[in-house]
């Protein structure tokens, strides 16, 4: 027997400093902003997310959450589509990994 059930769940980060954006879409229906919040312990670090708001709501959607890095950028590929750059400088863009 085969049982599929879909889950969804829902990331709430909260704290984060405002990053990078607004970047709205080129038809105005979204608009993406960045945020990250540093962690401490013997490495430390950064983490980023992005968020994805739709016209005047006010509820954001994570939709990309990863370790910061040095190059972060992201730009609206077309009206449904966000390129999210977030690598370190001088990295090969070969066999890397998709954070």
Known sequence: MLVYEKFTYTCEFNNGEFFVGPVESSNGKYTANSYNKTYSGAAGGVNVWVEITEGT?????????????????????????????NGAPGASKDNRASN
């Open 57 to 85: 709501s006010n509820k954001g959607r994570t939709i990309y959450y990863a370790p910061g890095k040095r190059n972060f950028s992201m730009d609206w590929v077309d009206d449904e589509t966000l390129n999210i750059t």
